[in-house]
Structures are given as C-alpha cells and as structure tokens.
C-alpha cells in the first residue's frame, strides 16, 4: 500500500545551553503504516535515544518509504539527533532531505535550530530565514529561534522583535511566551 505524506509542523523542544531556552523545530509528518511512521511518532512523542535513531534509520535503509516519506524521516531522524545534542549529525540528516527537496523548510528551519546549537548564530539565521521563504507551515518557529539567535549575539533587545511576532502568529505558544515574560 502507498503512504502518502504531507509535511506537517509540529512544535518540539531542545535545550540550548548557551540560553537556557528551548530552541523550537518542526518535524515532518508521515501518514500510513510501518517504521517511518514509527519513527515520526516518536519524534512527536520526544524521544531522544539512539534506539530511536536506531529505529528511524532502519525506515531510511529498508527501501520500504515512498519518495516524499524518505526526506521527512531524515527530518525526524535530525531532530532526535539534535535532541540528544548531536548537532553536526543532526545537520547531516537535514542536508540529506535537502537533497531529494531543496527548498524543504522543515528541514532548513531546523538546520538552523542545530546551528544554534553550534553556537553558529549567523549560519542559523541565514538557514531559518530560508525556511520563512519556502513557506514554512509554522514560521512561529522560525520567528522564536530567530529570536533565540539576534538575542544571544546582540542581547536581550535584539530577540524581542522576534519572539513578538511569533505571539503574533501563536498567540498562546508558551515558548515565545515565557521569553518575553522573562525577567531581563
């Protein structure tokens, strides 16, 4: 039976430590049955241990994904790895989707969370500005992670503009929420 699959965002959490604050990125969605639908469930779940990542690439290496499911499960597959702080692996698996759709946002708004990560600020911002222009399916994200990068180069001041307009867009998303609330 075909999967077919939609790139759908959904709000996950790592921790930044040069913050403190969780950076924001979206996973990509799989509909239909079998390990890369797995390994999207337990990307939406949380997960973050390398039986998941062990999981995720026995989807990518089974042959078993359709076309559009194999660069999301690269996606997903990133995401675990940059929760568990792999950063350089995670950008890997992003460069990965990237190459079977190049202007995937997913995958470009989330490169420049591990970017963040890396503490590669400008690089971060390139690649999340990206993903704004390819129609991101949740630019809150975007605007909350460009913030968590304009406020560690330039202070305080610099990110709020940008947690602003991620309220604007999630007005209850208590990410960007707890950012402004936060006292200076």
């Known amino acids: ?54 999981l995720c690439t026995k989807a990518i290496e089974s042959g078993a994904l359709v076309a559009s499911d194999l660069p999301a499960t690269y996606v997903n597959r990133g995401i675990i790895l940059m929760r568990m702080k792999d950063f350089n692996a995670a950008i890997a698996d992003y460069k990965r989707a990237l190459s079977y759709i190049p202007n995937l946002a997913e995958a470009q708004v989330n490169m420049g969370a591990a970017l963040i990560g890396l503490g590669q600020y400008g690089a971060a911002i390139e690649q999340i500005e990206l993903s704004l222009k390819n129609e991101l399916m949740t630019p809150h994200i975007a605007y909350y992670n460009l913030g968590l990068a304009h406020e560690i180069m330039a202070g305080r001041a610099a990110g709020q503009p940008y947690f602003l307009k991620a309220i604007e867009l999630a007005p209850e998303w208590a990410p960007a929420l707890r950012k402004l609330s936060a006292a200076p």
């Open 1 to 54: 039976m075909t999967k077919k699959s939609l790139i759908l965002s959904a709000v996950l959490s790592f921790g930044v430590a040069q913050l403190g604050a969780p950076s924001a990125h979206a996973s990509a969605s799989i509909f239909g049955s079998g390990l890369g639908k797995e390994c999207y469930d337990e990307t939406v779940l949380g997960a973050s241990s390398r039986r998941t990542v062990d």
